[in-house]
């Protein structure tokens, strides 16, 4: 009972109106968001150039192909550049789908993890791929439920998207932007990573010695930032001392999304609705590495 009414109370929350003052600044997100998606899917671009932090260009080349039945998924092989020292994309799969005025575009990767000497790390290519697998599986599941009961009525654009957003000396970090549009953007991130130095896939706490009080530091700064910023701009909301102190942002966890910037700073990643209301989106703090230096493993971060 007490979670059914945390849930309703929460409901309510995200559905307060937004003040008069915002309205102009979340319906320019919005209709941007909706403009961003409809040219992505008008200039029908096969070719994708991954962005590889560190100076290496990685091509990964898609072919599509559309079947009569509306959804099909277009298989490519193409050998790419190394990106980093044990890991490198070598795979690209993509799906699509188009039907009852609801379309998906969903790009998928596979990783290849090395060993130094140049051997296929088995055990953690295939957890990552798979991790990857369920992930994007899941998406497309949902999307072709929503297809089958919206029955031709509504609207509804899902886009999948990924960046080689980390390739440096210890990390590699791969980055998953889903956007959802119906009647307004909804923001999601995914990333995954592995330590370059041991091979294998790392959350939040593989940044950190073994005892570590990460957990605190980060969350502490977190708060900070977020009340800094509170008290510059009043549009800026955070769930932070709030009425409803259940909904109140209290401590990142071993699993909170984060990657390492170009900069070489830890950037803490929430989705739209985790620590903030919908209008703020999916929100990003990046920790100051004095706040951390002591805690975190050597050649993470500058």
């Not at 966890?253 to 903030?276: C, H, Q, R, S, W």
């Not at 703020?280 to 990046?286: A, I, K, L, P, Q």
Request: charged fraction near 30%; charge should be negative.
């Amino acid at each position: 009972m007490k979670d059914k009414r945390l849930e309703e109370m929460r409901q309510d929350y995200k559905n307060i109106r937004i003040p008069k003052e915002l309205k102009g600044r979340v319906d320019a997100g919005i209709r941007k968001a909706k403009e961003e998606t409809q040219m992505k899917k008008k200039s029908k671009v096969l070719v994708y150039t991954g962005r590889v932090l560190g100076g290496v260009a990685a091509a990964m080349l898609v072919i599509t192909v559309m079947a009569n039945s509306g959804a099909a998924i277009a298989h490519a092989m193409a050998k790419i550049p190394v990106i980093g020292a044990i890991a490198e994309v070598v795979t690209f799969r993509q799906y699509e789908s188009s039907e009852r005025n609801m379309e998906a575009d969903i790009k998928i990767p596979e990783v290849s993890v090395k060993n130094e000497d140049g051997t296929v790390n088995e055990e953690t290519t295939q957890k990552i791929n798979k991790s990857i697998q369920e992930y994007t599986d899941e998406i497309i599941a949902r999307y072709e439920k929503d297809v089958e009961a919206a029955g031709g009525e509504g609207h509804m654009d899902v886009e999948l998207d990924y960046t080689v957003i980390t390739d440096n000396d210890r990390l590699f970090s791969i980055r998953f932007d889903q956007l959802l549009v119906m009647a307004s953007g909804v923001q999601t991130v995914k990333i995954y990573h592995i330590d370059k130095q041991t091979g294998e896939m790392i959350n939040l706490a593989g940044l950190f010695k073994e005892g570590a009080d990460y957990i605190t530091a980060v969350s502490e700064n977190i708060k900070v930032q977020m009340k800094e910023q509170m008290a510059a701009d009043e549009y800026i909301m955070y769930y932070l001392d709030s009425e409803v102190p259940e909904w109140d942002f209290q401590s990142v966890k071993e699993d909170t999304t984060f990657y390492v910037n170009e900069n070489g700073k830890l950037t803490i990643v929430f989705d739209e609705y985790e620590v903030a209301p919908g209008y703020m989106g999916s929100v990003e703090f990046e920790i100051p590495t004095e706040a951390i230096e002591d805690l975190v493993q050597e050649g993470f971060l500058k």
